[in-house]
């Protein structure tokens, strides 16, 4: 009769290796394949940008996007995510610089401790990238699922909406594109500058001759 398998290759055994998409980079995960994903996320790939609140599902704080939506990561087992694209906070921008619906956070008052702002700042995401519109009703709607005890929720509704305008304004560009747009601006100034200074110089070298 064959030995009863040891607590190590039973442990073995219920090991996984699954391939994922964080932030839009290839990651390995191997472990078990019931982790949750915000422990996965948070320890394994050590994106703590996610935070744990309830851990049943009731806050909000640990959503991210998973295939666009919104989800509590610490419902969600890792196995049921994999070949999967996952979006945490840290996908958003970095300190240096902010996205515009974080810098809304940022100078709004939308954020103050900090727990529940990452969970906030995902699920907006999903619903301005969605199209969703900038009706205060609505956006309450969208983010009820996200507790907040500090804010009074009215900044975080005002930071969302003036990011869904900001995203809709008519000829509104990115601070890049700007910047890339008044470089060639002024190197076409400066070359029409300098094209009309050698015809100057060339006509007034021809006078010179005539006389």
Same mark, same amino acid.
């Given at each position: 009769?064959?030995?009863?398998? +040891? ?19 290839? *990651?390995? $995960? =191997?472990?078990?394949? $019931? *982790? ?8 394994? $790939? ?17 959503? @991210? &996007?998973?295939?666009?939506?919104? @989800?509590? +990561? ?9 070949? #999967?694209?996952? !979006?945490?906070?840290?996908? &958003?921008? %970095? ?5 515009? &619906? #974080?810098?809304? $956070? ?26 969703? =519109? =900038?009706?205060? /009703?609505?956006? !309450?709607?969208?983010? /009820?699922?996200? &507790?907040? !005890? ?6 975080? @509704?005002?930071? @969302?909406? +003036?990011?869904? !305008?900001? %995203?809709?304004?008519?000829? %509104?560009?990115?601070?890049? /594109? ?17 094209? /009309? ?10 006078? %010179?001759?005539?006389?």
């Amino acid at each position: 009769m064959a030995a009863p398998a +040891s607590r190590a290759s039973r442990a073995k055994r219920n090991q996984v290796s699954l391939d994922l998409v964080v932030n839009r980079k290839r *990651r390995t $995960f =191997s472990g078990p394949p $019931f *982790r949750r994903l915000i422990d996965v996320l948070r320890e394994d $790939f050590g994106l703590t940008g996610t935070k744990e609140g309830c851990g049943e599902g009731e806050c909000g704080a640990c959503t @991210v &996007l998973v295939d666009g939506e919104p @989800v509590n +990561s610490c419902l969600i087992p890792v196995c049921q995510v994999e070949g #999967q694209s996952i !979006r945490t906070v840290e996908s &958003l921008g %970095r300190p240096d610089a902010l996205n515009t &619906l #974080q810098e809304k $956070f940022l100078h709004g008052g939308g954020a103050q401790c900090g727990i529940c702002t990452p969970g906030m700042l995902m699920t907006a995401t999903a619903w301005i990238e969605g199209g969703g =519109s =900038s009706d205060p /009703a609505e956006i !309450r709607r969208v983010l /009820a699922g996200n &507790l907040c !005890r500090c804010t009074g929720y009215q900044h975080i @509704v005002d930071a @969302v909406a +003036s990011a869904v !305008r900001e %995203r809709r304004a008519p000829g %509104r560009t990115k601070p890049a /594109a700007r910047k890339a747009a008044k470089a060639a601006k002024a190197a076409k100034t400066t070359k029409t500058t300098a094209t /009309a200074a050698r015809l100057k110089k060339a006509a007034a070298a021809t006078k %010179r001759r005539r006389a």
